[in-house]
């Protein structure tokens, strides 16, 4: 199925996919086509927040997919609190356009449903492009029987106009398909998958300190590559729903809160695509007293549920990077400053060298350290600045195993160890694996997650017309 | 043979090159083992500067090597100017510190030689490697009889110690098989090498305004990669050396402008590694009048002169980008500032899924455009900045064959063309393409090389030990 989608859409010449005798499907896998390393991120059953339905089902908004959801609902009986985190990018996509000002407009309430559609970003498509995510929106409006209460979102192929009559004729038909099942929650998070290749779909439950046990909340979400660990093109969308009753305006500073921890660590904000977006929804259906005040128990409780609940989702999407086989947290610890941290962590996570040695399962301390010392200095053309913030001399690089055995030191106090290269191998054997580099010029630190560079990322990106 | 030096230094697994069949030789090939398609850049003869004298001996840095040349040799008959522009990494190799510090104290005269190796980078090597530094330089000044008259470089791996002995025991017999022929400059040019497929090596004569026709200067130079065009790793080396006659004190303003826009616009010193270094001599063996002013029309002209002729030779790294299959240059025009166009150049030449597409040889303008959109945002965890640089509107991309042919365009003021999909895959199917980034927010523009990411960019750096 998928040679034949490839051959649909890229008629002209044979691509490195077809040379290389590897086809990565463009499309999410049906169920039992998921990758069997992929399986155990992809749940079997959930608990989904209460007050909420989705529903996925198959319009084709590209030509040749006639198997694969590719528009998504998620809907909500009640009015609901959101807000939503959209790129930086200076070419924002129409459905970002559409629903940063729908946002705005409505402060942040009276939200009822997320419409997605994958396989057409409606990116770079003009006022045409607007109108068409406008007529997305107003069906489901219209469906629903309200007013300005649909977010849209959109990923896929930039440049080209949406199928809007066909996504527009068929927004009923997703109404009709609404259901609280976790399948029906898997569906919905396989329509809006491009390259991925597993749906990514998380749920749990909490409780707040103001009614303690007595009322069990629930918080669920999905998200999509993004593909790339720093995904600055193939778009990463996520949706996080709760039955949790919370004031309008404090769902902004929550959710910029989570993401900064969660998605924003996969540089998704500084390596962004034209249509990124992470919406949160919270329809109070659970009942409870509403969290109306900022720094109140019951809002940094919640708070840290989202934050580690957006951590879960996020993680999935470096697991998914495309080709990846390793899934590397970079810590930079002992940094003077939270953002510096960041900076470093951020060029190590995204440097080709060191990415093509995690691969290479080469314990190549040596491009790590190069990558911290080059993150931090002026660019091309400015002088030269001095970056207090790393001194060689106090920097400490090791591998930390994700089985509980001992840390490895590479680096001590800007003298290299002599590495046990066995026991390196041993290390970098393990699919999981964090990179530790402490600056020891200050108490901050920061995370990033990334994963390795593989033939398979070449085939997959030299390929896909994205 | 690089099979059998593959083995020597990587004895405890078998890497991606042994698995998928391909091989990199991983020293400098010799003379009959140039790639066929790279040997046109490879040159037969050579016109060079008077004075000046080079070699290149095989020492055996690395202990497997016994074919390759690994000692480079530059001298001077007289006492030269020189500069040199080195790495802002903030982990810097002992023999950037070292000829840093002696370029300093000698005020950019009283240079006689530039004395190289390749095959161990002398980096994050501690006091001990400064001192092996010093050693390296100081056998070459007792083979000179001079004394603080040796540039140092080293490229290679990191973190190990030189084999210093070898190397100062084997100085003398650099100096004796010193020479002018092309041959002679040649065999430097291969020892300084390290991932190269071909050695890199120019020369070309001149005139400056004050003498006229009477008098031919010359200038030459070698460079190494590099390897990846955002050279942020495997380290990028270049000696020039002419026989014009130039004040001390001009030689480090000629280097910086020929520099900013030749070995620069591949990042050099953004994404920089810890050895990098570019020198220049100037010997003044040719005759004429002292280059004593800045800004007088010699200045000027041997300042073009410079710029030119390291602009081909930084070229010449592209050209041999690991794994490249492509040399791409990107064009950002009509920008408020040189600085916004460089940096969102810079943004697109680095950008994986550009480089993929390149390889992939699909005309993906969504994924230029998208790396356009994000150059100049801020960073993760930072405020949305305006980025008054970038108006989608007047954004225009477009591809400039260089067959002379009729510019491509994929994007006109913010709304996509309908590409010719034919066209676009025969400009394409070229080696040379130039991809045009029209902002229409100014008049400033800025120029960046690159190549593709292919599948042997991941076997080379999934394998290789820098």
């Given at each position: 199925m998928a040679s034949q989608v490839l051959l649909q859409t890229k008629l002209f010449r044979p691509g490195p996919a077809q040379l290389s005798g590897f086809i990565r499907r463009y499309s999410a896998p049906v169920a039992n086509a998921i990758p069997a390393a992929k399986k155990k991120y992809v749940p079997t059953c959930g608990t989904y927040p209460q007050g909420f339905d989705a529903s996925g089902i198959i319009v084709g908004v590209k030509p040749g997919n006639t198997?694969?959801?590719?528009?998504?609902?998620i809907s909500s009986h009640l009015p609901c609190s959101a807000a939503a985190v959209f790129t930086k990018n200076k070419f924002q996509a129409a459905p970002v356009t559409?629903?940063?000002?729908?946002l705005k407009k409505k402060s942040n309430a009276g939200i009822r449903s997320v419409l997605i559609n994958s396989g057409c970003?409606?990116?770079?498509?003009?006022k045409g492009g607007l109108e068409d995510a406008k007529l997305m929106a107003g069906a489901a409006d219209k469906s629903l029987g309200s007013h300005e209460a649909t977010v849209v979102m959109s990923t896929g192929v930039i440049g080209q106009r949406l199928p809007i009559q066909k996504i527009v004729d068929n927004v009923p038909t997703a109404f009709e398909r609404l259901g609280s099942s976790h399948d029906h929650w898997l569906t919905c998070a396989r329509a809006i998958c491009?390259?991925?290749?597993?749906?990514?779909l998380r749920s749990r439950t909490f409780t707040l300190p103001s009614s303690g046990p007595s009322i069990e909340y629930r918080i669920a979400g999905m998200t999509k590559g993004a593909g790339m660990i720093h995904p600055n093109m193939a778009t990463l969308l996520g949706v996080i729903a709760t039955d949790a009753p919370v004031a309008?305006?404090?769902?902004?500073?929550?959710?910029?809160h989570a993401v900064d921890r969660s998605f924003n660590s996969l540089t998704i904000d500084g390596d962004t695509s034209t249509n990124d977006t992470v919406a949160f929804l919270a329809n109070g259906a659970a009942g409870g007293s509403d969290i109306a005040e900022a720094d109140?128990?019951?809002?940094?409780?919640l708070r840290d549920v989202l934050t580690d609940f957006a951590i879960d989702l996020a993680q999935l999407v470096v697991r998914d990077g495309e080709g990846a086989t390793k899934f590397v947290t970079i810590r930079v610890a002992e940094a003077a400053s939270e953002d510096a941290a960041r900076r470093i962590a951020s060029t190590i996570a995204r440097s080709p060298l060191v990415k093509t040695a995690l691969y290479g399962k080469d314990a190549n301390w040596g491009r790590i350290l190069c990558a911290t010392g080059y993150s931090l200095i002026s660019e091309p053309g400015h002088d030269v600045t001095p970056v207090p913030e790393i001194v060689p001399e106090t920097t400490n690089v090791s591998f930390?195993?994700?089985d509980g055995s001992a840390e490895l030191k590479l680096l001590v106090d800007g003298e290299p160890e002599d590495v046990d290269e066995a026991r390196a191998a041993?290390?970098?054997?393990?699919?999981?694996?964090?990179i530790l580099v402490r600056l020891g010029t200050g108490k901050e630190e920061a995370r990033y997650w990334t994963c390795d560079y593989s033939h398979e990322y070449i085939t997959i990106n030299g390929d896909y017309r994205t």
């Open positions: 198997t694969k959801p590719d528009v998504a609902l559409f629903s940063r000002d729908l970003a409606n990116a770079v498509t003009g491009t390259t991925d290749t597993f749906p990514k309008p305006e404090l769902m902004a500073p929550l959710l910029k109140s128990p019951d809002y940094i409780a930390i195993p994700t041993e290390i970098l054997e393990m699919e999981d694996l964090e």
